[in-house]
């Protein structure tokens, strides 16, 4: 069996085989990497299915009114847009190219909300002719533009206003989207918000929807969603009378995943509980109308879903001062480590029940000395040959992933019943080539 500290950190469907070795999805870890390669990245699809479903039900039990949609940014493509269609979510982009990826997944329109601090004209173009379901608006510059867009082609956006409550989830600095000082949104606190709201109501051709805001993420805690919740719908009661009808509310997403066997994350129905329970009562207090409620989950639901696979090449011991296990993957194809020193478990695919009994620091194969999977942890006494497992490794590995060193991008397998099916094949020389004249 996996170890019980760690069971929640890896997809549901994780176990071990008679082998000795990891299996995800009833799929030996081992056998994987041979017909696909290192780095890989698996990603679980009964785990990524529950996860869509917990958050939609959790919501849709204590709200009717309510809508899940994938935030894109964690990871897409179109066989995942394919599935999150199929599991009743829209999808929240924040490019054209997502906006495309929508489109070739088959996901309704109606469906898409257009995210992004300075989207282009081309990009807000593209959207419009789609007849892409909401742009979130961000700026004054946008808003004047998204409007002569919309009258040149002759049509009316459907809009949200994205504010900024001021209020601090206690996340990494690069990841806190929701304070005054911060590239997105409107800043209720400036006054910055009450007039974009006032001029997106008298904009002919954009019709206000209602109100957005994101906190950033991973959150851990409820309570800045229920603050950021009661403030923001108290700011929209102020304009009611200056012709605010809120029909649609969102509070974003954000929520946190276990990234080791110390995260203890609030589950969907505690998100849940604490941002419904919060717009009901505030709504009630302020005798307002019940919006519309859209969540926007990304790294909660594909996060738990993914595991990366790696094989171990060279082991260089420092005596004294630290063993560096060497993988043939890292910073181009999981750079939250070094952006964010971000935290991870790592385990013997291999091996996943033998005792882990030397302290080594996982690095990659990348010319920088910052890049480092995971330092000073527990495996096995390593070997070269050996495979590596990290899981929590579905969100913003794949989506953040780069050519640095001109080394190829993993592929992506689905695991499902003991089958595999590649959904993003390995990058070649040739199409790292592709572009260069």
């Known amino acids: 069996m996996l170890p019980s500290h760690l069971t929640h950190v890896f997809p549901d469907t994780t176990n071990t085989n008679a082998a000795g070795h990891l299996t995800v999805g009833g799929c030996d870890a081992t056998e994987l990497v041979e017909q696909y390669g290192t780095p890989l990245y698996v990603l679980d699809e009964a785990t990524l299915r529950s996860r869509c479903q917990q958050f939609a039900r959790s919501f849709a039990e204590r709200y009717s009114n309510s809508q899940a949609v994938y935030a894109s940014k964690a990871y897409i493509n179109p066989a995942l847009a394919r599935i999150f269609a199929e599991e009743g979510l829209g999808l929240d982009v924040v490019s054209g190219g997502e906006l495309a990826v929508a489109q070739a997944g088959d996901v309704p329109l109606e469906h898409v909300y257009f995210h992004g601090n300075n989207k282009t004209p081309a990009e807000l173009e593209e959207a419009v002719s789609a007849g892409i379901g909401r742009v979130v608006v961000d700026s004054f510059h946008e808003l004047d533009l998204l409007e002569r867009i919309c009258a040149d082609a002759g049509k009316t956006q459907d809009i949200l206003v994205r504010v900024s409550p001021g209020i601090d989830p206690h996340t990494h600095a690069y990841t806190t989207t929701g304070i005054i000082d911060s590239k997105f949104g409107f800043s209720i606190q400036t006054g910055d918000a009450e007039r974009a709201v006032l001029q997106a109501i008298s904009a002919p051709h954009l019709n206000l929807k209602g109100l957005h805001f994101h906190l950033g993420s991973p959150i851990f805690e409820l309570e800045p969603y229920q603050a950021a919740t009661d403030l923001v719908l108290r700011f929209a009661s102020g304009l009611r009378e200056q012709g605010l009808e809120l029909q649609e509310f969102s509070p974003g997403g954000g929520f946190a995943i276990a990234y080791t066997r110390d995260d203890a994350p609030p589950s969907a129905a505690d998100y849940a509980e604490a941002i419904v329970g919060t717009l009901k009562a505030t709504c009630s207090e302020l005798g307002m109308e019940q919006p519309n409620l859209v969540i926007e989950p990304g790294r909660s639901i594909i996060g738990p879903a993914g595991v990366a696979l790696y094989r171990i090449g060279a082991i260089k011991d420092i005596p004294g001062i630290r063993t560096y296990v060497s993988v043939d993957g890292g910073m181009g194809d999981n750079i939250r480590p070094a952006l964010y020193q971000a935290s991870y478990?790592?385990?013997?695919?291999?091996?996943?029940?033998?005792?882990?009994?030397?302290?080594?620091?996982?690095?990659?194969?990348?010319?920088?000395?910052?890049?480092?999977?995971?330092?000073?942890?527990?495996?096995?006494?390593?070997?070269?040959?050996?495979?590596?497992?990290i899981p929590a490794a579905g969100a913003y590995c794949p989506s953040m992933a780069s050519n640095y060193n001109l080394n190829p991008r993993p592929p992506i397998v689905l695991v499902k019943d003991g089958e595999s099916r590649l959904i993003r094949r390995r990058e070649s020389y040739a199409d790292m080539m592709l572009c260069d004249l």
Do not use: F, Q, W
């Not at 790592?346 to 030397?358: G, Q, Y």
């Not at 920088?368 to 390593?382: F, H, N, T, Y």
């Open 345 to 389: 478990e790592v385990l013997s695919a291999n091996r996943p029940t033998a005792e882990p009994d030397t302290t080594v620091t996982i690095a990659g194969k990348y010319c920088e000395s910052g890049d480092v999977l995971a330092s000073d942890i527990l495996l096995p006494a390593p070997s070269a040959g050996d495979v590596i497992a």
